[in-house]
């Protein structure tokens, strides 16, 4: 393995709320779910960012794919500009796969990892985390660990309206109760994509899911509760 690479790196993992149940109630509507998550996923990764305090225009620093409704994504080092790459481009693939009717659920570690492009293979602590802290919450957004936490602290940058990007948050989990996270304040940082007057009802953001997964008031309470929590923490940032 020649090519392994380690190096501490920001690694993020997302994946779509309730794809299972999408997939076996309508497998035709799942699959157009899931080309749409890759094409906002490639157009993302595209982008550039214009740090406006110094100009400087960051691009390439981060390698993303996809297998089924996961995304495994990871910057190339663990450098400043590697963090912003992190923070705005996981924040832009959320907003506009939620544009495009698909909720996920991520979560950002840090720490060493290791990769093989040639094979294909990714092993490391952070990847580990990612995927355990995204999937341990009950609702749609992004869960960022401690370390990235503190590492966006020391270089609070960017800001939305004034805004931090990262607060904490008391977070439900499972399999019940709350847990204080720091999180992606992704409604503030998009508040200009909601349309509805706040405050915004479940049911009113649910409707743009209803293709894929159904009628809101036929789903699992479970479930349901994943769309209150989320609907709580925008009408929360944004009232």
Request: with cysteine.
């Amino acid at each position: 393995m020649d090519n392994q690479e380690k190096y501490k790196r920001y690694v993020a993992h997302f994946d779509m709320l309730g794809f299972k149940n999408a997939t076996l109630r309508n497998p035709d509507e799942a699959w157009k779910a899931l080309s749409s998550l890759r094409a906002c996923m490639d157009r993302v990764l595209e982008l550039h960012i214009k740090v406006l305090s110094t100009n400087e225009i960051i691009s390439n620093r981060i390698k993303a794919y996809i297998f089924s409704d996961s995304i495994l994504i990871f910057t190339l080092r663990d450098e400043p500009k590697d963090l912003i790459s992190m923070l705005v481009l996981t924040s832009q693939i959320f907003a506009d796969s939620l544009h495009a009717c698909i909720p996920l659920r991520g979560g950002i570690s840090y720490g060493d990892f290791f990769f093989n492009l040639d094979l294909h293979l990714f092993c490391g602590t952070p990847f580990v985390k990612a995927y355990e802290i995204g999937e341990m919450v009950q609702w749609s957004g992004i869960v960022v660990d401690k370390a990235v936490a503190e590492h966006y602290q020391k270089n609070p940058f960017p800001k939305s309206r004034g805004s931090p990007i990262i607060i904490q948050w008391d977070v439900p989990v499972k399999p019940y109760g709350k847990k204080k996270f720091w999180v992606v304040n992704w409604s503030v940082i998009f508040r200009r994509n909601f349309k509805k007057e706040l405050p915004i009802s479940v049911q009113d953001y649910y409707e743009a899911f209803k293709s894929l997964f159904g009628p809101y008031e036929n789903l699992p309470a479970d479930v349901k509760a994943k769309y209150e929590n989320t609907v709580n923490f925008i009408n929360s940032n944004l009232g």
